[in-house]
């Protein structure tokens, strides 16, 4: 039927045309459905695409961040030394011109500030100033506050001690013309009173200002809500990770690798630079019965102990440190600008590391060990242990001599050492109670040894069962 013929007959039916005109509008209806349900669907799928790939995505980063590692420089570090005897000694001048060649820079103990009594007690360091200038390259002064519970009052009695003893180190630095590059603030503060220390460091930093003002802190700290507005107060901090143990059976060592590493990872994240502080020397401990410590003894400390007391020894490991100086030579957070060395070697300091020990332990390097057995005269033989290495030893080896073709006549161990002989065949013990140890370069005569004729002796050194 033609589009004319249509028309017609509609136009002679007119209920026709009403059909006609209603059933266009539905189909126009059911068209316009049709339509807007193909476009609904159209934002559907597109909101669900979208959304699919906002999943994807999130699934990526997550992805991402699961591997993402935190970025790290390599490289030798940096390398000072704390001098933190209170007596300047010439061995410690000495030790100040062997720290000159062998660091970058030292930190000396300028004063001591005891807080916890009716009043301020100071006990300044004997410093050789005219040695100081003459010998010391790059120079920082530090005051250590002993333990103190509080109040820090800006405006209290110890703050303005801290403050006039800031001012007097200062002023004593001006006028012996040393020049330094940073003052220190060694104060071990409880974790709970970290908001108030602030008041003090505020009230301290424009009496430091325009030196360099650093303050040590402790590991525990790094969890503080209070640890990033303290540390904001000053220019830089020096984080310790190393310590005696405040309850016997806690720990066994002053520093403890992992832990060490896991610190220096948190303090990098508050994006702020920071030196690592880490031991070289041994202590004694003393624990009350209730395992609380007490005191400790250094080599220029020997607190005096009640009946009772249980000492326990505690010393920095050589050959771990090394490895955790290699670790951070290989990778460290670009925040760990350097290593401080708590304490430069000494020659009289009897708890203390030699500068062999040290020197390979900075460069990442394991300190050598080697014991020779030295034998010296005819006849008697005096036998003596040498210490060829670079590591203090514990002496907790036997030595034994072997000989043929004659007969022992006598025998006698020195201090510290017992002797049993055998057919052609002594053999020198430690006494366990003496706990010997050897520095490098040194020596300890154990013995000797007299024979009905001269002979030769072989010598072999052995670890005790």
Not at 265 to 291: I, N
Not at 403 to 419: F, I, K, P, R
Request: hydrophobic share 40%; proline share 5%; charged share 25%.
């Amino acid at each position: 039927m033609t589009e004319l013929n249509l028309s017609a007959r509609l136009r002679s039916n007119p209920e026709s045309l009403a059909n006609h005109r209603r059933f266009g509008r539905q189909d126009r209806h059911r068209a316009g459905t049709r339509e807007r349900s193909d476009s609904i669907s159209h934002v559907r799928s597109n909101a669900l695409d979208l959304k699919a790939r906002i999943i994807s995505l999130v699934a990526l980063f997550a992805l991402a961040g699961c591997g993402r590692t935190e970025p790290t420089i390599s490289g030798p570090l940096k390398q000072r030394g704390y001098v933190w005897q209170r007596e300047w000694t010439s061995a410690v001048v000495d030790a100040l011109g062997e720290t000159n060649r062998r660091m970058d820079g030292v930190v000396i103990l300028g004063a001591e500030l005891n807080l916890a009594g009716k009043k301020p007690a100071v006990v300044k360091a004997t410093i050789d100033w005219d040695a100081l200038k003459r010998q010391a390259g790059h120079c920082a002064i530090a005051i250590r506050v002993a333990p103190f519970a509080g109040p820090f009052r800006s405006d209290g009695e110890s703050a303005q001690a801290i403050v006039d003893l800031a001012k007097q180190l200062l002023a004593e630095v001006r006028e012996h013309d040393v020049k330094i590059d940073e003052f220190q603030f060694d104060f071990d503060c409880a974790e709970k009173n970290l908001g108030s220390y602030r008041a003090w460091l505020r009230m301290l930093k424009p009496t430091i200002q325009p030196e360099h003002f650093v303050i040590t802190v402790l590991p525990a700290w790094l969890t503080s809500s209070n640890f990033l507005p303290l540390i904001r107060e000053v220019d830089g901090y020096v984080l310790q990770v190393h310590s005696v143990p405040i309850s016997a059976g806690t720990a066994t060592t002053l520093s403890d690798s992992r832990l060490a590493h896991e610190w220096v990872r948190k303090a990098a994240k508050f994006g702020k630079p920071f030196s690592v502080a880490l031991p070289t020397y041994r202590c004694a401990a003393g624990y009350g019965p209730d395992g609380k410590l007490l005191s400790v003894a250094m080599d220029s400390v020997q607190p005096f102990w009640p009946p009772g007391t249980r000492i326990l020894e505690f010393g920095a490991n050589a050959d771990e440190i090394a490895a955790l100086v290699n670790d951070w030579q290989r990778a460290r957070p670009r925040e760990m600008r350097e290593l401080l060395w708590y304490r430069v070697p000494i020659a009289t300091d009897a708890r203390n590391w030699r500068w062999p020990t040290l020197s390979a332990v900075m460069a990442g390097r394991l300190p050598e060990h080697k014991l020779n057995i030295l034998q010296e005269g005819e006849n008697p033989i005096d036998l003596s242990i040498f210490n060829a290495g670079e590591a203090d030893e514990q002496l907790s080896a036997n030595v034994t001599a072997t000989w043929s073709g004659t007969e022992l006549t006598a025998a006698d161990a020195l201090s510290g050492w017992n002797v049993r002989s055998q057919i052609n065949r002594a053999v020198f013990s430690v006494v366990a109670s003496h706990g010997l140890r050897l520095p490098p370069g040194a020596t300890r005569k154990i013995g000797w040894l007299r024979f009905d004729r001269t002979t030769n002796l072989e010598t072999e050194l052995s670890k005790s069962k």
